[in-house]
């Protein structure tokens, strides 16, 4: 059973920064597509970031030149450093692994709140 576990959230005033990991319990992470998702409230849960097995990015035009996604497959951890933080990237943020298209994977964190205040 894969379990992936994020961590690093918390509260954050705006312009400052935060790195969310995200550790995999399974040799699979390796040859998985990984992604980053958030939800705020009374919001549908929407894409950040995607990475791919050998490093391919692609971000949402919200996020594009603040956050960088990355991972490290000998750890097992995927990584999302924020930077520049808005108040409206407040959200619970999930990871998510084994990309199946859409927005569809095999694995989903349990999320991590960041809160971003003015």
């Known amino acids: 059973q894969v379990q992936l576990v994020e961590s690093g959230g918390g509260s954050v005033q705006a312009g400052g920064s935060l790195r969310l990991s995200c550790a995999a319990s399974s040799y699979i992470f390796s040859s998985c597509l990984m992604g980053w998702y958030r939800q705020a409230p009374g919001k549908e849960r929407e894409l950040v970031s995607r990475?791919?097995?050998?490093?391919?990015?692609n971000y949402a035009d919200s996020v594009k030149g603040r956050f960088t996604i990355s991972r490290d497959n000998a750890k097992n951890t995927l990584y999302l450093q924020m930077t520049s933080l808005k108040t409206e990237d407040t959200a619970v943020y999930y990871c998510a692994a084994c990309y199946r298209g859409g927005d569809y994977y095999d694995h989903w964190g349990q999320g991590t709140q960041v809160t971003v205040s003015s």
């Open positions: 990475i791919g097995i050998y490093g391919l990015t």
